[in-house]
């Protein structure tokens, strides 16, 4: 994959961040955990809820990107590709870093990294989105599932008033989420 496939890939990931952030708090309906949709695709597997959609699964290069998002604001966002080399710390950085470049400055935009859950494989990033004054703290975690051949990095975001509609949907996409060899 050149630098540029690459780029473009993450860019559109981290867009899809920034465009639900602009949408952020706009009442959030409970997942649907009850009634899964499977998702199973170039030995990707995962259950999505059932009011939720897939709104991006493509492959630039070799890299398979995958979104899915809330009927309201949150957003799950899988990358899998065959580099196992990259730490997740430094991809979540990265992420953040470009997911800031891709936010419209118009929103204000502070976050802080916060590690203590790293030892269970997750890092989470607080930060708030400020729109004429209003704040709309969000929640950003960041997870590394390594498989035989091939790594995905897994974003999940939501509105921190919104995590009691969107967190079991969240858990459910990340704890059903499986490599397998193709």
Known sequence: MTRSQRSRGFAAGCLAVALAALLGACGEPAANVAEPKPYNRLGVHMQIPGNWKLSDDERIA???????????????????????????????????????????????????????AFAEG??????????GGVKVPHLREYRKITGAHRTAFLITQSADEDLAQTRPGLDLLVKSFKLTDR
Not at 77 to 104: W, Y
Not at 108 to 115: A, E, K, T, V, Y
Not at 122 to 129: A, D, K, L, P, S
Request: overall charge negative; glycine content about 4%; hydrophobic content about 40%.
């Open 62 to 116: 070799s890299v398979h990107y995958l979104t899915v998002e809330s009927p309201g604001s949150a957003v799950f966002i899988a990358m899998v590709q065959t580099d196992r080399n990259r730490e997740l710390e430094e991809f979540a950085r990265s992420f953040s870093a470009e997911a800031d470049k891709q936010t419209p400055a118009v929103l204000g935009h502070d976050s802080r990294f916060d590690l203590s």
């Open 122 to 131: 997750t890092i989470r990033e607080h930060y708030i989105v400020s729109l």
